[in-house]
């Protein structure tokens, strides 16, 4: 039986965050949490949707201390501020840290914690306030899945929180909150759009609704990425890789995803390594390893990024993002880690729950070599 599922209605385009006070309206609510990093808030990316909650008459509440790979000390730091607020909805404004951080939030605010109670799948039992996640990258493809990853400080470690309740009842996607993304930002967030079609495609949890959205993002990433991070102002640019991230979102949160995020995850709770960067770093690596015996899907791949007949091949493939790495400045990963770390991150890797959807079985010897090959 095929399953395909996406948590949130989406409004996309131009000029959507604008719209929020008349979308928040439709909740009959009194009292807004905003969740949102201070760079986002310091940018002014946050005024237009301020003025419009304002003339939809919603008291505003900001929690404004999200910082990269959220973690389960921030979470309750915040649902402790929350909780003398009264709020009735919960609007999450930035990257994936951001709406990730959002998302457990909102899980807190009507579930008993600690947040670790509810790692794994359907462990939320109580339903969760209605949450607005308005995305100011294009990457985590978050504001449409089921899902939030939260750090476990004392463990460092990734956690993964998904199921009923989690996602964003609503995702509205505007392309211009996008426009001043500096190029690194871009191209990090972009490659975690493109390894999220990539694996969800690879995925042994498939399916014809997952690949079609997983294909069609592989092509609006490979073909617009690159321009998006060397000319920002590029809207065409830019609304297609939000698009394409967006895509990539709808094909994982049912199909899933593998091995590339299985080393991303200790390698962002063990070094702060962005999430997108470590997804990069080792995609083309992953990519030539999963595509062995997978044949069939590697040409559907490297005709999604418009490649010629004598390149539809894993290796070819890997060289092919390798190169687009290199061409956005994605770097390498001995600039964050030392060769005696391996040992620490094959271990983590081998027992995160992504590996059960990746298409080869994975042994330490297999993310060894991925990683000196990333190296």
Do not use: W
Not at 143 to 155: C, K, L, P, R, Y
Not at 189 to 212: L, P
Not at 229 to 255: C, Q, T
């Amino acid at each position: 039986m095929l399953v395909f599922e996406i948590p949130s209605r989406v409004f996309f385009g131009q000029a959507a965050a604008n719209q929020i006070g008349s979308i928040v309206r439709t909740f009959n609510i009194q009292a807004a949490l905003i969740v949102c990093d201070q760079g986002v808030k310091a940018a002014g990316i946050m005024t237009p949707i301020l003025l419009s909650l304002e003339e939809a008459e919603v008291t505003v509440n900001v929690f404004d201390k999200v910082t990269a790979n959220p973690s389960d000390s921030l979470i309750a730091e915040a649902v402790e501020y929350a909780r003398n607020l009264s709020v009735d909805i919960v609007i999450a404004v930035g990257g994936g840290s951001s709406l990730d951080a959002a998302k457990a939030i909102n899980i807190l605010l009507t579930n008993d914690g600690p947040i670790q109670r509810y790692e794994g799948i359907d462990q939320v039992k109580r339903q969760t306030l209605p949450l607005i996640a308005i995305p100011t990258t294009s990457g985590t493809g978050s504001e449409v899945t089921s899902f939030s990853i939260i750090t476990d400080s004392e463990n460092k470690r990734k956690m993964v929180i998904g199921g009923k309740f989690v996602g964003a009842t609503i995702a509205v996607l505007d392309p211009e909150l996008t426009i001043k993304l500096p190029p690194a930002i871009t191209a990090a967030t972009g490659m975690d759009a493109m390894t999220h079609a990539i694996e969800a495609y690879f995925s042994t949890n498939a399916s014809v609704m997952s690949d079609v959205n997983a294909l069609k993002a592989i092509e609006l990433l490979y073909e617009n990425l690159e321009i998006a991070v060397k000319n920002g102002s590029d809207i065409a640019a830019r609304e297609a890789v939000m698009l394409g991230s967006m895509l990539a979102g709808f094909a994982f949160n049912s199909a899933l995803l593998g091995l590339a995020h299985a080393i991303a995850h200790p390698l962002g709770a063990l070094y702060n390594i962005p999430h997108g960067v470590a997804n990069a770093m080792v995609l083309p690596h992953v990519v030539a390893f999963n595509g062995q015996g997978n044949e069939d899907k590697i040409i559907n791949i490297g005709r999604a990024m418009n490649l010629a007949d004598g390149e539809l091949s894993a290796d070819q493939i890997a060289k092919k993002i390798d190169e687009l790495n290199a061409r956005i400045s994605i770097p390498r990963l001995n600039q964050y880690i030392q060769k005696s770390d391996f040992a620490l991150i094959v271990s983590d890797a081998l027992v995160e729950p992504s590996l059960m959807t990746n298409p080869r079985k994975v042994k330490s010897q297999d993310i060894l070599y991925i990683l000196e090959n990333a190296f």
